[in-house]
Every structure is written in C-alpha cells, then in structure tokens.
C-alpha cells in the first residue's frame, strides 16, 4: 500500500515560504539600514569637514582682512608722508628763491624810492612804497620787467601826497614772481 501523508503539507509549506520571505525582508531591511546608516555616517563626516574648512577659510579671510586694512592704514601714512616730504622740498627750493628775489628787489629800485611795504601770497607780490616822482615808479616797473625773478608788473594806485614843500607820490604796485630760465641768471652771472 502506498504511503499517504494525511497531514496539511501545504500549510507546513506556506509556512516556511512565509518564514524564509520574512528572513529575507529581514535581511534585506538590515543590510539596507547599515546602508544607510553608512551613507548618513559618511555625509555627516563630509558635511562637518567642509564646516571646519569654511571656518578655516572664514579665520583666513578675517586675517586677511585686518592686512589690507593695515595695508590701507601704511598707504595713508605713506601718502601723507610723501606730501609733507613734497612741501619740504618746496619749501627747501623756494628758500634761495626768496633771498634771490630779495637781492634783485634791493638792485632794481632806483635812487629816490621807498618801499615801505612787500607783501607775498603765493607767486603773486604786493609792493606799497613812495616816489619822488612818477618817472621814478615807471623806472621800477621797467626793472621789474626786464628782470628774470619778476613778470607783468601792474600799477594798481598812485597818489601824489604833500608835505609842506616836497611832494611825493605813494604808490601800489602788483607783479609776479617767476624764476629765471637761464642758470647763470639765478646766480647774477656769476659761477
């Protein structure tokens, strides 16, 4: 006789059809939040990398920062020092300028004249003084175009003024300073 298996074999078999499909999804749903996991892991690690390397990059920047600042500060100080070096040497240039200037006034006034009063703002002189004659002030003026420390002189007053018997003439007088172009006319001809 054969032998019959009475028993639900086909239940018996679902059964472990349905355990081995759970072990899978088990093992699947485990291998897949390793994965995970993992993954999570190794972006966080990336993730706070590139943070300290922003604060790396964000320390360098302020360092950086303060430099060009100084930098800007040492330009300033620079600048101003160059501009006061400038005046300096303006001031050292000009200095034989006003003696030369000076000495060429003292040569071109002619005899009978004063000046009472020389006033200088910038290149332009102011020059108030007294004449024995008007003759005498336009012999001034004539001087002070011929010579090379002094340019376009202008007569801007002239009074004839009494004292007792005398009289003479008070005068304004306007005129530019300018250098002279040829080397031995700043020195007077002379080496």
Known sequence: MSHIN?????EAQRKQKKQDFFVVVGAFAGVMAIAVLTVHVYMASLIDNQLSRNNILKNEIKLVEKKIEEIKNLER???QLIARM???????SNRPAIVHLLDELAKII?????VEDLT?????????????SN???SAFMRALEDSPWFSKPSLDVINTTSAGS???RTFKL????????DPAASTGGKK
Do not use: D, F, Y
């Open 110 to 114: 002619p005899e009978g004249m004063v």
């Open 174 to 181: 306007n005129v530019n300073q300018s250098a002279p172009i």
């Open 120 to 132: 200088q703002k910038g290149n332009k002189i102011t020059i108030n003084g007294s004449a024995q």
């Open 6 to 10: 009475l028993l639900p074999w086909r």
């Open 135 to 137: 003759a005498r002030v």
């Open 166 to 168: 005398r009289k003479s």
């Open 77 to 79: 100080q620079k600048e």
């Open 86 to 92: 400038r005046v300096i040497e303006e001031l050292q």
